[in-house]
């Protein structure tokens, strides 16, 4: 157990809807990576946030955003649902964000679109 | 565009041999180089890590070898356990950004 949970761990959605994944970081870490893996790709950085503020940004469609809470969990929206976005999200969670600190990742959450 | 590439997809070994896991990258700027392990239904894990002033580190049965002039990096697991099996990803970063390109994976399988 990594100590980032993620949820749901599984979520069927139709084209065109709008979904929001949740991640809880690793008690005391302040940063909150999010990735894509689509189907035989690597994990493909998103977004990343540390201590409520956005730190760096990837290869994040328009459609998506996320945000990282007060109480540091993070959640990621996707809107305007394509086939394409099925994937599995990865929220990984690291202390200070910086490069070189080992992150931990959490189980991820399936996303269908069907 | 794919800067961390594992080129197979797949490896089997018989246990107790030697696992070798091969990567490639092309992005030069890059100077820190991590492994993670993956089994089913979890998130990646953290194995190895080597910094671009080394070429190999080494953590038990796991040793990583790093060829900064050809761009390739290696995981030699020796020996080889069942419980080994999982997939692999080779990961790197650049100086000044925080987030990890990944490779594609690699599912290695030990066969008893």
């Known amino acids: 157990d990594s100590g980032v949970t993620q949820t749901p761990k599984h979520l069927i959605t139709a084209t065109g809807q709008r979904v929001t994944l949740r991640c809880s970081p690793r008690?005391?870490?302040?940063?909150v990576y999010w990735y894509q893996q689509s189907l035989d790709q690597g994990l493909q950085f998103l977004i990343q946030?540390?201590?409520?503020?956005?730190?760096a940004k990837g290869n994040i469609l328009e459609r998506f955003s996320a945000q990282q809470f007060p109480d540091l969990h993070s959640e990621l929206n996707l809107s305007s649902l394509e086939l394409g976005d099925s994937a599995l999200y990865f929220c990984?969670?690291?202390?200070?964000?910086?490069?070189?600190?080992?992150?931990?990742f959490g189980q991820g959450t399936r996303l269908t679109v069907v | 565009d794919q800067q961390v590439k594992q080129n197979s997809p797949s490896l089997s070994v018989q246990e107790g041999r030697i696992s070798i896991l091969n990567c490639d990258y092309t992005?030069?700027?890059?100077?820190?180089f991590l492994w993670y392990k993956k089994y089913p239904a979890e998130g990646p894990t953290f194995l190895i890590s080597?910094?671009?002033?080394?070429d190999k580190n080494e953590d038990g049965r796991f040793t990583v070898f790093l060829n900064k002039s050809a761009k390739h990096l290696s995981l030699h697991i020796v020996p080889s356990q069942p419980g080994d099996s999982a997939v692999y990803f080779c990961?790197?970063?650049?100086?000044?950004?925080?987030?990890?390109?990944f490779g594609t994976g690699t599912r290695l399988t030990v066969i008893p």
């Open positions: 080597i910094s671009s002033i080394k």
């Open positions: 946030y540390y201590n409520g503020e956005e730190r």
């Open positions: 990961a790197a970063s650049q100086p000044g950004a925080n987030n990890l390109f």
């Open positions: 990984a969670s690291s202390v200070t964000g910086q490069r070189n600190t080992e992150a931990f």
């Open positions: 992005n030069s700027m890059f100077d820190y």
């Open positions: 008690s005391g870490d302040l940063s």
